[in-house]
């Protein structure tokens, strides 16, 4: 059954749906969603009936406008739900399941309402440059720390696409700690990145530090990336929900679960729902290691969102040594799938050579991972 704002009869009425969003890619039989406002708190969902009309689902929506909320269709594989948004205080769920063609009216209570399992209980599975993240398949992401020259980036990227990656990583803007460090290569550095995804096949993903890169980011990668030091630029992550590509966002490095997953809702909240995680280490007094990589954020994560996770273990140790066994530890803590740097010469790196994997290092940990994902009912082939 078509959902009510895919119909011609009402298409582009504000009041049931909101223009130019997708749904997220999600496995077959799972159920997608439908996100309401910035701004606005999804506290109830209505389920419908498996086969319920068009008009019993219309009436629903329009007994919610009359109340002052707002309705937002949410398609099912096998019936539609309904969220509610705008509302200040607690619904009575009898006011919408003594309608026809309700079969219940359930609460959610997380902060974040549409990042939420209670909203979605099928974990999402977002597509990149048409290969998907999440779901039973690892995603492997890797590649330079930046973009330092076309020379470099095409033969890391060569190195990485044969051992194995999914998508190419690669900074053309860096956000660095001093003013004098290698800042990137701005506009130049993408347009290599997309010279690098025409020979190889791989979709890039590139770091935003502003609005104004995070539009050059969208002209050319095929995911934007919001760093750990902008996962509270809530400027940013406003302007990444209009975004038509999907946002891999990063967990500020003092950042609690709440905070981060508050996160990721400031970007689903404005419509674009192709959104992943990654960890990347938090700040502790530990001196062993660049950061402290929180390995258990990734279950908590799973427990309470169907957001897709992955691991940077590059940045998460800061030492090449260390990246292989944490790699292999993200898999089997049940991360969707990993980043690594990769480096063809990190002795003459311009940016975090000190944690970068040669191209034979990253081959064999492919090689580890695959192994991993069989025993743990995953794949990557």
């Known amino acids: 059954m078509a959902l009510p704002c895919e119909r011609e009869s009402i298409r582009g009425d504000p009041r049931y749906c909101q223009p130019n969003r997708q749904l997220p890619v999600a496995e077959e039989g799972s159920e997608a969603y439908h996100p309401g406002l ?209 946002v891999f966002l990063k967990r500020g490095m003092s950042a609690t679960l709440d905070e981060f997953l508050m996160a990721a809702e400031y970007v689903v909240s404005e419509g674009n729902y192709q959104v992943f995680l990654c960890e990347r280490g938090v700040r502790t007094f530990a001196d062993h290691t660049r950061n402290t990589l929180d390995l258990a954020i990734v279950p908590a994560v799973k427990h309470l969102s169907h957001l897709p996770i992955l691991v940077d273990p590059s940045h998460g140790t800061g030492r090449r040594d260390k990246v292989a066994p944490l790699a292999r530890a993200a898999i089997a803590a049940g991360a969707d799938g990993v980043m690594i740097e990769v480096h063809n010469d990190p002795a003459r790196a311009l940016s975090d050579g000190p944690q970068a994997i040669l191209p034979e290092e990253f081959a064999s940990l492919v090689h580890d991972l695959r192994a991993l994902a069989g025993l743990l009912g995953r794949t990557h082939d």
């Open 38 to 246: 910035p701004g606005e708190s999804a506290n109830m969902l209505i389920v419908m009936e498996k086969g319920a009309s068009e008009e019993q689902i219309r009436a629903v929506m329009d007994r919610i406008l009359a109340l002052g909320l707002r309705p937002h269709p949410i398609p099912g594989a096998e019936r539609t739900a309904i969220g509610i948004t705008g509302n200040h205080g607690p619904l009575d769920p009898a006011e919408f399941e003594i309608l026809p063609g309700v079969q219940q009216a359930i609460r959610v209570t997380k902060p974040y309402k549409l990042v939420s399992r209670e909203v979605k209980t099928a974990d999402s599975v977002i597509r990149v440059g048409g290969r998907p993240v999440g779901g039973p398949r690892l995603t492997i992401i890797a590649g330079p720390c930046a973009v330092e020259s076309e020379a470099q980036t095409l033969a890391i990227a060569h190195k990485v696409r044969e051992a194995g990656a999914d998508l190419l990583r690669g900074g053309a803007f860096k956000p660095r700690t001093s003013p004098y460090s290698f800042q990137g290569l701005g506009l130049a550095g993408l347009r290599i990145l997309a010279r690098a995804r025409e020979e190889t096949g791989l979709p890039i993903v590139s770091e935003a530090v502003d609005e104004e890169s995070l539009a050059m980011v969208e002209e050319h990668a095929d995911a934007v990336q919001i760093g750990a030091r902008n996962m509270q630029n809530f400027s940013l992550l406003k302007r990444a929900g209009k975004s038509k590509i999907p």
